[in-house]
């Protein structure tokens, strides 16, 4: 059973940065996204990176301030946030599973879900 164990999260004021990580118990996934969801708001896509190639993916609300890496095969994902903004608080879930192109920034494309960490961006 595919299992995520996501840590990070907390109370971090406007301009400030937070780290997420998330780790998955198994090689036989080939992505790791995060997605946020806000109270009131639909959940949504923050960034994801594939393991093939390395390549990763941001949603424009999070280019240049949020990075997503991993170092090595078996190692977790995380996602550094810099330059927070209250809009950016929400519940952070990660998501494994093995998407394509086309679906690796929807939800669609991941089949296992972490339990979220909360974010919160206020001064």
């Known amino acids: 059973q595919v299992q995520l164990a996501e840590s990070g999260g907390g109370l971090v004021q406007p301009g400030g940065s937070l780290k997420l990580s998330c780790a998955v118990n198994?090689?036989?996934?080939?992505?790791m996204g995060w997605f946020r969801q806000a109270p009131g708001k639909e959940r949504e896509f923050v960034a994801a990176?594939?393991?093939?190639?390395?390549?990763?993916y941001y949603a424009d609300s999070v280019k240049g301030r949020f990075s997503i890496s991993r170092d090595k095969a078996g190692s977790p994902v995380y996602l550094q946030m810099s330059s927070l903004k209250p809009e950016d608080a929400a519940v952070y879930y990660c998501?494994?599973?093995?998407?394509?192109?086309?679906?690796?920034?929807?939800?669609?494309?991941?089949?296992?879900w972490g339990q979220g960490t909360q974010v919160t961006v206020s001064s």
């Open positions: 990176i594939r393991w093939s190639l390395g390549r990763k």
């Open positions: 198994t090689n036989a996934v080939n992505a």
């Open positions: 998501a494994t599973g093995r998407p394509i192109e086309s679906t690796v920034q929807t939800e669609r494309g991941y089949t296992t």
